[in-house]
């Protein structure tokens, strides 16, 4: 998972708290949403050149945009399936879900949640038999492939510490697969192992075993997010060399491998998923950290933005891979300080992160109401604290669920969420990700 913020972060402190992750290279020049139909047209820099972006237009489909009319079908097709009313002007309440959230049974599927290790006493009475897979996140891994065995990685405290070891036993109590998350995002690290792909992911593989034996993990999660375009292939390899050696100690080992958005049409980024789909079983996309940060918007717009939901689930399908694939769900938004309340008004400062359970106590307690972006299909609230204008944009019951039955349109893997501590007591955020249907359960690995 992926910022470019202090992944040491102390218990309790948002993963995600500080600044929008690195987009691989690409960078959002304007993802700007004009109120009713037009937009600015998103400029992106891919691997040194520039190039222009369909245009995010909400309600007319453009000739510039070469999704537009299996955009505007699959995003109607999800809304028919989702119990509620969208509005379709701006600013209008948000909606709000019925009782019974789905229309229709949208098909059994994987929900995967990640449990960081910080958060692990913030599950409460999470409803674990919700998800598939939950993922313990996570281990830091060296330049050589080797894992970062000491106290500075609060990931490896806490698995020494047993709190980890009661994740799992949690989860398997549940029929819940846990895997194991392993990180990495400096560049000197993502080099090292794409330049000796072969000796550092036997390395990496033979490292992990033990620990999966020894406390019953059913897998890993490839957490790796390079930066260099030149280190693509060398990761590849890095990949498959890693992939045969854990399956050649335990084929009933799961591998998960982390990607963003944007990977399956990006054929000069980190991710050629492409190449990666063989070596792993599940490709988790990591949509969101996809907003504008000099102007308040959507973290993980489901349309209407130059990086979305729709867009990402469009290319990967697109490239055979919607059977591998995991639409990755942000259970957190960011507070915009604002130039005013309008949409589409200048930041005042840099966005902060907060947590779903933190935003819905806000909505209850303080009087903000939550407004419809129909442009993103997204939740936001406009305030004014102490003379300066906010504006926090977020996912909620509703959005989640709408973005639930998209994934169902496009027959993907599943969905999941980052990350189950940030909606303590509001279970409705977990409800919606089951689709109506109680999950099947996966066959958890063999154990010693």
């Known amino acids: 998972m992926p910022l470019a913020s202090d992944r040491r972060a102390a218990a309790g402190t948002l993963r995600r708290a500080m600044t929008p992750r690195r987009r691989n290279g690409i960078a959002i020049a304007a993802t700007v949403v004009l109120v009713g139909v037009l937009v600015l047209v998103g400029v992106i820099t891919t691997g040194g050149t520039s190039k222009t972006l369909p245009s995010t237009t909400s309600a007319i489909p453009t000739t510039t945009n070469p999704y537009a009319a299996e955009e505007a079908r699959t995003v109607l097709a999800a809304k028919q399936d989702v119990n509620a009313t969208f509005p379709s002007v701006q600013g209008s309440p948000a909606p709000a879900l019925a009782d019974r959230p789905y229309r229709r049974s949208l098909g059994r599927h994987e929900v995967v949640g990640f449990v960081p290790y910080y958060e692990l006493g913030s599950l409460g009475s999470t409803n674990l038999a919700a998800f598939t897979d939950l993922v313990y996140y996570s281990l830091d891994v060296r330049r050589n492939g080797a894992l970062v065995e000491n106290s500075s ?19 398997h109590a549940d029929g819940d697969r846990v895997l194991l998350s392993v990180f990495a995002e400096s560049q000197a690290v993502l080099g090292s192992l794409s330049s000796h792909p072969l ?25 790796l997010e390079g930066q260099d375009a030149s280190d693509r292939a060398g990761f590849v390899a890095f990949v498959a060399a890693f992939s045969a050696r854990l399956r050649s100690l335990d084929r009933s080992w799961t591998i998960m491998l982390n990607t963003l958005p944007q990977s399956a049409e990006d054929t000069t980024g980190f991710f050629d998923v492409p190449a990666l789909a ?28 130059a990086l979305s939901d729709v867009i990402a689930l469009i290319t990967y399908s697109a490239a055979g891979l919607a059977r591998k694939t995991i639409l990755g769900m942000p259970f957190y938004g960011y507070d915009f300080p604002a130039a005013g309340a309008r949409v589409g008004a200048q930041a005042d400062g840099q966005p902060y992160a907060v947590a779903y359970y933190q935003i819905a106590a806000s909505i209850a307690h303080d009087g903000h109401k939550p407004l419809w972006d129909p442009a993103t299909d997204t ?19 509703t959005s989640i669920a709408l973005k639930t039955a998209l994934a169902a349109q496009f027959h993907t893997a599943g969905v999941g969420a980052w990350e189950l501590g940030m909606v303590q007591g509001e279970p409705e955020m977990i409800k919606v990700l089951t689709g109506g249907s109680a999950v099947v359960k996966l066959p958890l690995a063999s154990q010693p």
């Open 153 to 171: 990685s609060g990931g490896w405290t806490a698995l020494q510490d047993g709190g980890a070891g009661n994740l799992v036993a949690a989860g």
């Open 199 to 223: 000796v550092s992911g036997k390395r990496l593989a033979d490292e992990l075993a033990p620990l999966l034996s020894q406390l019953a993990f059913d897998g890993v999660d490839l957490d």
């Open 278 to 305: 063989p070596s792993v079983d599940d490709l988790f996309v990591m949509a969101y950290d996809m907003d504008n940060t000099e102007i308040p918007s959507a973290d993980a717009p489901l349309t209407g933005a």
């Open 379 to 397: 939740p936001y609230t406009v305030f004014r604290r102490s003379g300066q204008w906010h504006q926090t944009w977020f996912d909620n019951p």
